[in-house]
């Protein structure tokens, strides 16, 4: 158990609906990272937050969005989904702003858009 | 920019035999390099991470790894295969923006 806990576990939703992921890290951990995992495009980085601010975006798509509470949970929303958004989506967290060598990831969110 | 390669989308062994896992690093700097497991239908574990202290790095389950900086290598290895092995192995590098970047996975399958 990495102490990083994703939910739901599982979701299936139709095509042009919204979903929200959440991700609550590790104790004391201030970092969140959101990565996407599919067969076409592999494991991506998508957006990080630091104690609640954004820290930096990579592949993700302006229908996707995501924030981090004060209680240092994070939420990933994807909107107007398309069938290509199926995917294995992980949350990860570290101590610091930057993964440096430490990193645990949740045991991600399967997506299935129909 | 830092990035891995990981040669064989799929590796084939039979119980007991060597595991060797190829992964192929860039970078400009020295890296951070790692190697993840993934079961079937589960998240992400770290397997083993070299930060350059040992070159020779083990890790869980019994898997080690080299790195090897005039080949720009990491290769993953087991002396000896079990059935518990079969997953997806996923090598990755930290870039300078302090995130991982993985390489395309390779699943190894294990044969009685």
């Known amino acids: 158990d990495s102490g990083v806990t994703q939910t739901p576990k599982h979701l299936i939703t139709a095509t042009g609906q919204r979903v929200t992921l959440r991700c609550s890290p590790r104790?004391?951990?201030?970092?969140v990272y959101w990565y996407q995992q599919s067969l076409d495009q592999g494991l991506q980085f998508l957006i990080q937050?630091?104690?609640?601010?954004?820290?930096a975006k990579g592949n993700i798509l302006e229908r996707f969005s995501a924030q981090q509470f004060p209680d240092l949970h994070s939420e990933l929303n994807l909107s107007s989904l398309e069938l290509g958004d199926s995917a294995l989506y992980f949350c990860?967290?570290?101590?610091?702003?930057?993964?440096?060598?430490?990193?645990?990831f949740g045991q991600g969110t399967r997506l299935t858009v129909v | 920019a830092q990035s891995v390669t990981q040669l064989g989308s799929h590796v084939s062994v039979s119980e007991g035999a060597l595991v060797l896992l190829r992964c192929n690093y860039s970078?400009?700097?020295?890296?951070?390099l790692f190697w993840y497991v993934q079961y079937p239908n589960q998240g992400l574990q770290l397997l083993l991470k070299?930060?350059?202290?040992?070159?020779l790095v083990k890790g869980i389950n019994g898997f080690e790894a080299e790195f090897k900086k005039s080949e720009t290598s990491f290769h993953l290895t087991k002396p000896s295969a079990h059935m518990s092995d079969a997953a997806e192995y996923f090598c990755?590098?930290?870039?300078?923006?302090?995130?991982?970047?993985f390489g395309t996975g390779t699943r190894l399958l294990v044969s009685p």
């Open positions: 990860a967290s570290s101590p610091r702003e930057g993964m440096g060598t430490e990193a645990f």
């Open positions: 937050y630091y104690n609640g601010e954004e820290r």
């Open positions: 070299y930060t350059s202290a040992a070159t």
């Open positions: 990755a590098v930290i870039t300078g923006f302090q995130k991982l970047v």
């Open positions: 970078s400009s700097v020295p890296p951070y």
């Open positions: 104790s004391g951990d201030l970092s």
